[in-house]
């Protein structure tokens, strides 16, 4: 501060112009304190002294605003202030004016390229335009400038003498206040803990009361301003008493009021109180001074609105005294669990923290050694750069990514911590190369490596530590070579090429995104290209051998063989033939994903393609491939951003503190649909219906029984796969097109309809599953890929592509084709898939990879079936099989016609070995159980049963238990078009084909016939059509089929109105 007392206009002048060349850019203080001079003109006018004759002369503002410029800020403590401020503005919108006008004029602005901000001055005025400063004989003169300067000392004063404290607390005196022990800065004093909630609560009613923006400007930008508006708010509170009413521009809203100064009044209470005892008579200090308990009193609060408005989106008031409680050390680690906890509320509320101002807050402390302190830290970091990523370049600047690093090296950190600090460090280095430079420099690749040699357990934290040192590892040598060739000396390549097998698909994508961006950051000046292309083609070369059914792993291997094709092609001269060979099933590879069955892989194959079809053409064996020209579009080498590292990001947006285990990276959908159908009633529900059928005698379960007709729908074109959903009155109906529609059987109205492919490939495989909640629909067409739709049956918008893929890269050629056959295993949550190939493919879809087993026959596999623990697949030639992939053997069963069994000991199981599959096998006998081809194999589990026919219609039943029959000979003996049995009574349906006798029959398992429905129901009832699909109601003896007519109808047995009713 330079004090100019009684200054005449020359000394305001040089004042003002050397304060701005000194403060450059910063913001300068100007206080006019105009006590005993005349008040401000109604021209802009303020009055100066005059050094030739003992009188005041007046000083434009227009003058002051030129010598001071901009930033700045003034205080005027005068008699009628406000009239300052309004003359002052209106000055700065007449410089405007004249300075825009002049930019018009080009000559006479010839070189300028900015505009000025003549309107970014902040005023804080001690009255309005019309008032006279107030007086009081207890209280400083300049009352304005005691409370900007002072705030507690005068805060002291004005609070004893309104409330009359003197007459209230024996022994206290006005005198006692001049004794108030501590210092401003020392928080464990009474004066610096006054200072510490003056500055609290502050802080605190203006971010309740100010917008986002005005409360940056003004309390947090700068701390001049900050310091300023902070005692601004309580001189506003003071001088209102006295009916006068301060003015700042910007203008703020009335605080005087606030409920937040009680608690500062109670804190004035407190300590005055305890001021008679700490002073004797001859004011020598006796006693100590005991904290008012404020910070505390706040945590509890705050404590106690987590607890009870965690569905609400609006910050406690507290939020700035938990800020300020930071920098105690007594309550810095509760603040700290507090703090965690409210910003694990969602973005909103890291947001709300940021806009508060926690990022120097929680920078600050970085540099403290306490333990206890450390996965506050590290959690509270990872919740702000989830939010907020512009701020990496200061915590760089500050080497707080040395705290990271440090976190990731040490084997005590809880794996958690070390996922944190991974995602924190992975954001320091993402699209900022002084993060990238720094994290080398302080081997971050060295750690990262050394992380992924770690053998522990697979748990989910371990999973989503490997994932993020996979991205941290990505994003560390993006676009930045040297880090590359770090990578290498510390093995980082060859370890990741193993996590392209990890049983986490996300691993395996953020692996593949990491080697994607390892040979996109080239060789740089440390390598070679031939060294750098060398290493190129050995991760390629594995990354196309492995086929992944997770469409995020296939994104990022496209954008890999696009950086591939780039590297190769700039420098492809040295190139040696094993490179070259690399690089032409890179391409073919490219060329065979255009038509991958997950539109997004599908796209960006396409792109990259034309993106890089000028330089495939440069290769005469590759023309062939691109001989189409590629189609408009971006042909640019633009970067290619898959969305992974957003995506996985989206991860510590969730809340991570709410929950524990290893389901805590699921956390439930807030607006999800209840189905009526629990699983608890779905269980109650079939054991009703098990007692029912146990007390009914066989006799009656024999007899037969008439159908009747309950639902006609009229579907075009026919039908040929239907299903109900046992728990809601749905029906899904697949058909010759293409086409998946779902009908309400109570209304008979469509709900929805959409076409599962582009393409003509017939839907070969129809099965609904997750029917307990929300059912989901997976198919599998000609063109063996296999997809899994959700669609939305409550607000039936459109239909959710969950995910896509491939079942088979080939298929061989037979005479007798059966296309795509998909099994799902509901227990197990496994995929099976066979048709025509050699083998049948087994996903296990909680990891999303696959094992292959082969059947060692010629004939395609052209039906499956799951029991409990084995699956039941049955061929073209009539051949039935039983297999148990529970043995790692995989023991292997034959059902034949002459009620011999035979099991092997090994199975032909293709084990997968770094990426490459190897098969071992050995069989022996090969019967047969139909003479034609299998239509259809069924297990019933709860009988123990198979049911397996042929095109045919022979219908064996077969004994799980001795692998026999369970009757001597086959029933119905007539051309068959569909099977199914029931899932939970011994029932049958067969369509039986045979030309002029089309028919449903309804057996037991015994071979009587219960029923057959030739006909239709109605005076003119006509023949049935050939049935092309049959579905039976689990929860009733509905059955439900569709036929060539493109009619789709539901029949049930007579006698089953007891099972409607028995729930």
Same mark, same amino acid.
């Given at each position: 501060y330079r004090l100019c007392p009684d200054p005449t206009s020359e000394d305001v002048k040089k004042l003002c112009v050397s304060l701005r060349k000194n403060a450059k850019e910063e913001r300068v203080l100007f206080h006019y304190n105009g006590h005993g001079v005349p008040r401000p003109t109604v021209n802009g006018e303020i009055w100066v002294f005059n050094k030739e004759f003992t009188q005041y002369i007046p000083l434009s503002l227009y003058e002051v605003q030129t010598w001071m410029g901009t930033p700045s800020i003034y205080v005027w403590e005068c008699s009628n202030a406000g009239l300052i401020v309004q003359s002052f503005l209106s000055f700065e919108s007449d410089r405007e004016a004249e300075f825009k006008k002049q930019m018009e004029d080009a000559e006479s602005v010839a070189g300028c390229t900015s505009v000025p901000n003549f309107k970014d001055s902040i005023h804080l005025a001690a009255c309005s335009a019309s008032e006279l400063l107030p007086q009081h004989p207890d209280l400083p003169v300049d009352l304005f400038t005691s409370c900007l300067t002072t705030p507690i000392k005068t805060a002291l004063y004005w609070y004893v003498t309104q409330k009359h404290s003197c007459q209230l607390i024996p022994g206290l005196t006005l005198d006692l206040l001049e004794k108030i022990p501590g210092q401003i800065s020392d928080r464990r004093t009474m004066m610096g803990e006054l200072n510490w909630i003056f500055t609290a609560i502050t802080d605190t009613i203006a971010w309740n009361l100010l917008d986002s923006d005005l409360f940056q400007k003004l309390f947090r930008q700068d701390l001049l301003v900050a310091s300023l508006f902070r005692n601004y708010l309580l001189a506003e509170r003071i001088i209102k008493s006295f009916d006068c009413a301060p003015v700042s521009h910007p203008p703020l809203p009335a605080t005087s009021e606030h409920p937040l100064w009680q608690s500062w009044d109670l804190a004035l209470d407190m300590c005055i109180s305890q001021l008679p005892r700490l002073f004797d008579g001859q004011g020598n200090q006796t006693g100590d001074f005991v904290s008012c308990g404020f910070f505390s009193q706040q945590i509890e609060i705050f404590e106690l609105w987590l607890k009870l408005n965690v569905s609400s989106e609006r910050a406690p008031e507290q939020l700035p005294v938990v800020l300020q409680v930071l920098l105690s050390q007594q309550h810095r680690l509760k603040a700290l669990e507090l703090l965690a906890k409210f910003i694990d509320l969602g973005a909103w509320a890291v947001s709300a923290a940021l806009s508060v101002g926690i990022f120097p807050y929680v920078l600050k402390l970085l540099s403290t050694q306490p333990k206890e302190l450390r996965p506050l830290l590290t959690f509270i970091w990872a919740k702000i750069l989830a939010v907020d990523r512009s701020c990496q370049a200061e915590l760089v600047k500050d080497s707080g990514h040395v705290y990271f690093i440090q976190m990731l090296s040490e084997s005590e950190v809880e794996p958690d911590q070390k996922v944190y600090s991974a995602f924190v460090l992975a954001s320091l280095v993402h699209s900022c190369p002084l993060g990238q430079r720094s994290a080398k420099q302080s081997h971050l690749i060295a750690a990262c490596s050394f992380l992924l040699t770690d053998e522990g357990s697979r748990d989910y934290a371990h999973t989503l530590l490997r994932k993020w040192v996979c991205i941290c590892l990505g994003l560390c040598w993006l676009k930045y070579p040297e880090a590359r060739w770090e990578g290498v000396r510390n093995n980082a390549h060859l370890l990741l090429k193993k996590l392209i097998v990890?049983?986490?698909?996300?691993?395996?994508?953020?692996?593949?995104?990491?080697?994607?961006?390892?040979?996109?950051?080239?060789?740089?000046?440390?390598?070679?290209?031939?060294?750098?292309?060398?290493?190129?083609? %050995?991760?390629?070369?594995?990354?196309?051998?492995?086929?992944?059914?997770?469409?995020?792993?296939?994104?990022?291997?496209?954008?890999?063989?696009?950086?591939?094709?780039?590297?190769?092609?700039?420098?492809?001269?040295?190139?040696?033939? %094993?490179?070259?060979?690399?690089?032409?099933?890179?391409?073919?590879?490219?060329?065979?994903?255009?038509?991958?069955?997950?539109?997004?892989?599908?796209?960006?194959?396409?792109?990259?393609?034309?993106?890089?079809?000028?330089?495939?053409?440069?290769?005469?064996?590759?023309?062939?491939?691109?001989?189409?020209?590629?189609?408009?579009?971006?042909?640019?080498?633009?970067?290619?951003?898959?969305?992974?590292?957003?995506?996985?990001?989206?991860?510590?947006?969730?809340?991570?503190?709410?929950?524990?285990?290893?389901?805590?990276?699921?956390?439930?959908?807030? !607006?999800?649909?209840?189905?009526?159908?629990?699983?608890?009633?779905?269980?109650?529900?079939?054991?009703?219906?098990?007692?029912?059928?146990?007390?009914?005698?066989?006799?009656?379960?024999?007899?037969?029984?008439?159908?009747?007709?309950?639902?006609?729908?009229?579907?075009?074109?026919?039908?040929?796969?239907?299903?109900?959903?046992?728990?809601?009155?749905?029906? $899904?109906?697949?058909?010759?097109?293409?086409?998946?529609?779902?009908?309400?059987?109570?209304?008979?109205?469509?709900?929805?309809?959409?076409?599962?492919?582009?393409?003509?490939?017939?839907?070969?495989?129809?099965?609904?599953?997750?029917?307990?909640?929300?059912?989901?629909?997976?198919?599998?067409?000609?063109?063996?890929?296999?997809?899994?739709?959700?669609?939305?049956?409550? !607000?039936?918008?459109?239909?959710?592509?969950?995910?896509?893929?491939?079942?088979?890269?080939?298929?061989?050629?037979?005479?007798?084709?059966?296309?795509?056959?998909?099994?799902?295993?509901?227990? !197990?949550?496994?995929?099976?898939?066979?048709?025509?190939?050699?083998?049948?493919?087994?996903?296990?879809?909680?990891?999303?990879?696959?094992?292959?087993?082969?059947?060692?026959?010629?004939?395609?596999?052209?039906?499956?079936?799951?029991?409990?623990?084995?699956?039941?697949?049955?061929?073209?030639?009539? *051949?039935?099989?039983?297999?148990? $992939?529970?043995?790692?053997?995989?023991?292997?069963?034959?059902?034949?016609?002459?009620?011999?069994?035979?099991?092997?000991?090994?199975?032909?199981?293709?084990?997968?070995?770094?990426?490459?599959?190897?098969?071992?096998?050995?069989?022996?006998?090969?019967?047969?159980?139909?003479?034609?081809?299998?239509?259809?194999?069924?297990?019933?589990?709860?009988?123990?049963?198979?049911?397996?026919?042929?095109?045919?219609?022979?219908?064996?039943?077969?004994?799980?238990?001795?692998?026999?029959?369970?009757?001597?000979?086959?029933?119905?003996?007539?051309?068959?078009?569909?099977?199914? *049995?029931?899932?939970?009574?011994?029932?049958?349906?067969?369509?039986?084909?045979?030309?002029?006798?089309?028919?449903?029959?309804?057996?037991?398992?015994?071979?009587?016939?219960?029923?057959?429905?030739?006909?239709?129901?109605?005076?003119?009832?006509?023949?049935?059509?050939?049935?092309? *699909?049959?579905?039976?109601?689990?929860?009733?003896?509905?059955?439900?089929?569709?036929?060539?007519? !493109?009619?789709?109808?539901?029949?049930?047995?007579?006698?089953?109105q007891y099972l409607n009713n028995i729930y």
């Open positions: 990890d049983p986490a698909a996300e691993v395996r994508a953020a692996a593949v995104f990491a080697l994607g961006t390892y040979i996109d950051a080239g060789h740089g000046k440390e390598g070679t290209f031939e060294q750098a292309i060398e290493i190129d083609s %050995q991760i390629v070369s594995s990354l196309i051998k492995s086929y992944d059914c997770v469409f995020l792993v296939r994104k990022e291997l496209i954008v890999a063989l696009h950086s591939y094709i780039n590297r190769f092609c700039s420098e492809s001269a040295d190139c040696g033939k %094993q490179t070259k060979i690399v690089f032409a099933k890179a391409v073919a590879t490219l060329f065979e994903m255009q038509s991958d069955p997950y539109p997004e892989c599908a796209a960006l194959a396409q792109r990259v393609l034309r993106m890089n079809h000028h330089l495939i053409n440069k290769f005469e064996n590759l023309k062939k491939m691109s001989e189409a020209p590629p189609a408009a579009g971006d042909t640019d080498d633009a970067d290619l951003d898959t969305g992974l590292v957003a995506w996985s990001s989206n991860y510590f947006l969730r809340p991570l503190l709410a929950s524990h285990g290893p389901d805590r990276h699921q956390p439930l959908p807030v !607006n999800r649909h209840v189905d009526l159908y629990s699983s608890e009633k779905l269980d109650q529900h079939c054991k009703l219906l098990y007692n029912y059928k146990t007390r009914r005698t066989p006799s009656q379960w024999s007899q037969p029984a008439q159908m009747e007709e309950l639902l006609q729908i009229q579907h075009q074109p026919y039908p040929i796969h239907v299903k109900f959903n046992p728990n809601n009155e749905q029906i $899904f109906v697949a058909d010759i097109q293409n086409n998946v529609t779902v009908y309400d059987s109570v209304n008979r109205t469509k709900l929805l309809s959409f076409s599962s492919s582009r393409k003509p490939a017939i839907i070969r495989s129809f099965k609904l599953i997750n029917t307990q909640h929300e059912p989901i629909i997976l198919t599998g067409s000609d063109d063996l890929a296999i997809k899994f739709f959700k669609p939305d049956l409550h !607000n039936l918008k459109q239909t959710q592509l969950i995910t896509a893929f491939t079942a088979f890269n080939s298929v061989r050629e037979s005479t007798i084709e059966a296309g795509l056959i998909v099994e799902w295993d509901e227990a !197990n949550e496994m995929l099976m898939c066979a048709g025509d190939t050699n083998y049948i493919r087994v996903w296990d879809m909680n990891k999303e990879l696959y094992k292959d087993y082969l059947t060692e026959l010629k004939s395609c596999v052209s039906s499956l079936s799951c029991g409990d623990s084995f699956t039941i697949a049955g061929f073209g030639n009539g *051949c039935v099989k039983l297999f148990d $992939f529970r043995s790692p053997s995989g023991a292997i069963g034959i059902v034949h016609s002459d009620s011999v069994s035979s099991f092997m000991a090994s199975t032909p199981v293709i084990h997968r070995t770094n990426s490459m599959y190897e098969s071992k096998y050995s069989y022996s006998n090969k019967l047969y159980a139909h003479n034609s081809f299998v239509l259809k194999t069924s297990v019933h589990v709860q009988e123990n049963t198979l049911v397996s026919s042929g095109v045919l219609g022979d219908i064996t039943v077969y004994d799980l238990r001795y692998m026999k029959k369970a009757i001597d000979k086959s029933f119905n003996n007539e051309k068959a078009s569909a099977l199914e *049995c029931h899932p939970v009574n011994r029932l049958i349906a067969v369509a039986n084909s045979t030309k002029q006798n089309e028919s449903i029959k309804i057996y037991n398992f015994e071979g009587a016939e219960l029923s057959c429905i030739k006909h239709r129901e109605g005076f003119m009832g006509k023949r049935l059509s050939t049935v092309s *699909c049959i579905d039976w109601n689990p929860n009733s003896n509905e059955i439900l089929f569709g036929s060539f007519d !493109n009619l789709i109808s539901v029949f049930r047995r007579k006698d089953n």
